[in-house]
Every structure is written in structure tokens, then in C-alpha cells.
């Protein structure tokens, strides 16, 4: 199973943006306090307007709280990793992937990152920024990890049922 972290967000306008992604890509969404906003905030909300009764998530006290719940493979992601995001093996739909990102302000804990080194990666970017947006690296790396299972038990193509256009809908007059 595959899983979005969000140790200590701040700014309910990526929280939502990450809810609506994890909704769209079956994804649990795991959330450790405290967090920078309350989970019935408007810009919570709208951001995730439609989709937040969809969202399979669970809110934890800390991050050890967390890390007593949740058994698997963890992969940090943090500025001051040394691996890109595509050099792991993603694959396996059967391990429990846990992607843990940090909050905006300050990222993880240096003291949490030392702990497992070899599983502390970024995003290759240019010097220009120091870091992308939290809810845009979440999607980055999500659709990377999707990409690898060959996006397991996700549609491929627009259904044709009454909420949507159809697969067809190109090739319509």
C-alpha cells in the first residue's frame, strides 16, 4: 500500500491539494501533529471540495505515535538528501511505502533524517529554489511510485457512466 506523510503540516491550502491527490490515487494519507490548521478549515475544504469524504486518512499525536502504527519501508524527502526520488524500486505492490514529507517552514527533523540516511531523497532541481511545493512534490513522487506499479487499480482511461464524459469523448462530433 502506498502512503503520503505530512509530518507537521502548516498551510491548509497543500494539505487539501495532497488530500485531493491521495483521493485520485488511492493513496492513505497520514497526518502528524500538530498541525497548523484545524481539519474543518475553509481553505482546507475548498481545496479538497468533492473528494474529502473519499480521503482514507489517519491524524497521529507525533511521529512516534506514528511510527508504532505503521510498519513498512520509509523514504524521507528533504532538500539535503543525496538520491533522486527515481533511484528507488517502487514496485513491489505488496510493501507498505510510507513518503514522508516534511513541514513547509522547516522541513523534518535533522534528528529523524540521521536515523536512515540511505532512505533520504529530493527532487532534482535547479539552485534557483531551494524547494518545490509540498503539494507538488507529493504528486511528483505519488505519480513516480504509480508509475513503477504500472498505476495499479487506477482507471487509464475516462469512464462512461453518468459523471463523466467517456473514453470516447475525443472522437465525438
Do not use: W
Not at 34 to 53: C, E, M, Q, T, W
Not at 109 to 114: G, S, W
Not at 128 to 149: F, K, M, P, T
Not at 150 to 160: A, C, I, Q, S, V
Request: aromatic share 12%; glycine share 6%.
Amino acid at each position: 500500500m502506498n502512503n503520503i506523510v505530512l509530518f507537521e503540516p502548516e498551510i491548509p491550502q497543500n494539505t487539501g491539494n495532497i488530500m485531493r491527490t491521495c483521493v485520485a490515487s488511492n493513496t492513505k494519507l497520514h497526518l502528524i501533529k500538530p498541525l497548523g490548521f484545524s481539519l474543518d478549515d475553509a481553505h482546507l475544504k475548498r481545496s479538497g471540495v468533492n473528494y474529502i469524504d473519499k480521503l482514507d486518512y489517519e491524524v497521529y499525536e507525533n511521529f512516534d505515535d506514528f511510527k508504532k502504527k505503521n510498519k513498512g519501508i520509509y523514504y524521507y524527502f528533504t532538500r539535503y538528501g543525496n538520491k533522486p526520488h527515481t533511484s528507488f524500486d517502487y514496485s513491489n505492490t505488496n510493501d507498505n511505502l510510507y513518503f514522508i514529507f516534511g513541514k513547509e517552514s522547516t522541513g523534518i527533523p535533522k534528528e529523524i533524517l540521521k536515523k536512515d540516511l540511505n532512505h533520504c531523497m529530493r527532487i532534482p532541481m535547479t539552485s534557483n529554489v531551494r524547494a518545490l511545493n509540498v503539494s507538488n512534490s507529493v504528486a511528483i513522487v505519488i505519480y513516480e511510485v504509480l508509475r513503477q506499479q504500472d498505476f495499479n487499480g487506477l482507471l487509464k482511461e475516462e469512464p462512461n457512466d453518468n459523471a463523466h464524459k467517456g473514453s470516447d469523448y475525443l472522437q465525438r462530433d
